[in-house]
């Protein structure tokens, strides 16, 4: 039976995904914080396990993998969004939290899973559509995620000579706890279900990079396209 570790799996994205795995008879290690949530997942199915910790705590993330062994597949999907509201009164702790989730807790999660990654096995990041072109309020989201794609290219390159494949996965909007407290509309929103069906089928086909929806995700690539003055423009004439 082949292996998968998902984090963030006890909500959103990362829930469909681990059902959607064990559904599909991986052997399945579902990672969160919230040990409640984790236990009704694993009722779900006999191919689920949980291991609760959390990806900012470096003690935690080190006793968390020394229980583990081998996995075909890694998938790094915890991560969190929080807007800045007000940028000419920046707030850093809002910034430091959502780059500490995102991108910082990535160092001890590389360095204690990749050893435990089999060769031929695969490492996939979830990073954000947000990455195409600067969005109001996304200056910490939006930051966190852009260092994702440039870690999971640059591992895509290094992790080559030991046969282990990278994914980068670039979703547009899912309905998930995280986009239910958005205030704005979401165009071309996807259920978590379809984003886990979509990012199994991509994983399988060891996709480098994986973008959904295309309606969406190729609009933000036309629109970058744009020269950046004429994008800050769009945005910014409705404020003067
Ligand atoms: N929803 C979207 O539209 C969308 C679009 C593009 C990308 N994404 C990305 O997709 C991923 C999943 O998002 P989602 O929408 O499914 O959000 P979600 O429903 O809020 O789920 C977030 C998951 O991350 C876990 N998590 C958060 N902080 C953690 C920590 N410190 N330690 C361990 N686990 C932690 C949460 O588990 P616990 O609370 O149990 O710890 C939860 O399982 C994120 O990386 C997000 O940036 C989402």
Same mark, same amino acid.
């Given at each position: 039976m =082949? ?8 909500? *959103? ?10 559904? +599909? ?6 990672? *969160?914080?919230?040990?409640a ?5 694993? +009722? ?8 609760? @910790? ?5 003690e935690?993330?080190?006793?968390a ?14 991560g ?7 940028a000419?009164?920046f ?22 899973l990749?050893? &435990? ?24 989201? *939006?930051?966190?995620?852009? *260092?994702?794609?440039?870690?999971? =290219? ?8 030991? +046969? ?8 547009? @909007?899912?309905k998930?706890?995280?986009?239910? =407290? ?24 060891? &996709? &480098?990079?994986?973008? @959904?929806? &295309?309606? @969406? ?24």
């Amino acid at each position: 039976m =082949k292996q998968v570790l998902i984090t963030g799996a006890t909500s *959103g994205i990362g829930r469909s995904l681990a059902l959607h795995y064990a559904r +599909n008879g991986f052997s399945v290690t579902a990672c *969160g914080r919230n040990e409640a949530r984790l236990s009704e997942l694993c +009722n779900h199915h006999d191919n689920l396990k949980s291991l609760a @910790f959390d990806i900012t705590d470096s003690e935690q993330v080190i006793e968390a993998s020394s229980t583990l062994e081998a996995f075909d597949i890694v998938i790094l999907n915890a991560g969190d969004c929080e807007y800045i509201d007000n940028a000419a009164n920046f707030d850093g702790a809002l910034f430091k939290r959502v780059i500490g989730v995102n991108l910082l807790a990535m160092g001890d999660l590389l360095e204690h899973l990749i050893g &435990k990654i089999r060769r031929g096995g695969q490492l996939v990041f979830v990073s954000s559509s947000v990455t195409y072109l600067p969005l109001p309020r996304a200056e910490a989201y *939006g930051a966190s995620k852009a *260092g994702i794609d440039y870690l999971a =290219k640059t591992l895509a390159i290094d992790l080559a000579p030991e +046969n282990i494949a990278v994914t980068l996965v670039q979703p547009g @909007f899912i309905k998930t706890p995280l986009t239910d =407290k958005n205030d704005f509309s979401m165009p071309f929103l996807l259920t978590a279900e379809q984003a886990a069906q979509r990012i199994y089928v991509g994983v399988e086909k060891r &996709k &480098k990079i994986l973008d @959904f929806p &295309k309606r @969406f995700t190729y609009l933000l690539r036309l629109l970058a396209c744009m020269p950046f003055s004429w994008w800050c423009w769009l945005l910014t004439r409705k404020n003067k």
